[in-house]
Antibody, heavy 126, light 107 residues
Framework: QVQLLESGPGLVRPSETLSLTCTVS??????????WSWIRQPPGKGLEWIGS???????NYSPSLKSRVTISVDTSKNRFSLRLSSVTAADTAVYYC??????????????????WGQGALVTVSS | SSELTQDPAVSVALGQTVRITCQGD??????ASWYQQKPGQAPVLVIY???NRPSGIPDRFSGSTSGNTASLTITGAQAEDEADYYC??????????FGGGTKVTVL
């Protein structure tokens, strides 16, 4: 079955850039019905959607993070990546990569996240 | 607005029924999905496109939407249902948004 695995540094210094990669196994990032997303969860808090990418490279970002976020996809390596610049302690969180399905339904397009990575804790500290 | 609002916490007696709600204007136009998250674990999809359950999710979980409010109902709550529950939807530009989450305690 399809699995997602996040990888990257667990500690990032303030003002630097956070970089994570999500490797997709058992499936393809080039699926026409799948968006690939990054979601984060600060300690003790709720889920926050960061952004998504389609295999063609089309991206969609959270307005609150848009100025600092870049999501990219590498179809040849079957993976997608997150870069978050100018990090502060407020960016400390568990970062999840996820598969976001998009399906046409009676009432329009339905989206749901059917697959999550295990999560990667990234701490921003000097 | 694309915000989704959930009650922070609810409690339910073992075997009883609990309903968790999620309010937002986007729910008038777009489907909701629901996720269960237990401590230290990644979220798990429990309901998608309003009232569909993925394989492996017990049928005591159901969903519905009326107007701007989506609901997740657990009929006959079990001890293992104690968790945080999040709703999710999208806006017209495709941006996704999560509700703040509801902590369900099974008494």
């Amino acid at each position: 079955q399809v699995q997602l695995l996040e990888s990257g540094p667990g500690l990032v210094r303030p003002s630097e850039t956070l970089s994570l990669t999500c490797t997709v196994s058992g499936g393809s990032v080039s699926s026409a019905s799948s968006y690939w997303s990054w979601i984060r969860q600060p300690p003790g808090k709720g889920l926050e959607w960061i952004g998504s990418i389609f295999f063609s490279g089309i991206t969609n970002y959270s307005p609150s993070l848009k100025s600092r976020v870049t999501i990219s996809v590498d179809t040849s390596k079957n993976r997608f990546s997150l870069r978050l610049s100018s990090v502060t302690a407020a960016d400390t969180a568990v970062y999840y990569c996820a598969r976001d399905l998009s399906v046409s339904m009676i009432r329009g397009v339905a989206n749901w996240i059917d697959l999550w990575g295990q999560g990667a804790l990234v701490t921003v500290s000097s | 607005s694309s915000e989704l609002t959930q009650d922070p916490a609810v409690s339910v007696a073992l075997g009883q029924t609990v309903r968790i709600t999620c309010q937002g204007d986007s729910l008038r136009s777009y489907y909701a999905s629901w996720y269960q998250q237990k401590p230290g674990q990644a979220p798990v999809l429990v309901i998608y496109s309003e009232n569909n359950r993925p394989s492996g999710i017990p049928d005591r979980f159901s969903g519905s939407t009326s107007g701007n409010t989506a609901s997740l109902t657990i009929t006959g709550a079990q001890a293992e249902d104690e968790a945080d529950y999040y709703c999710n939807s999208r806006d017209s530009s495709g941006k996704r948004v999560f509700g703040g989450g509801t902590k369900v305690t099974v008494l």
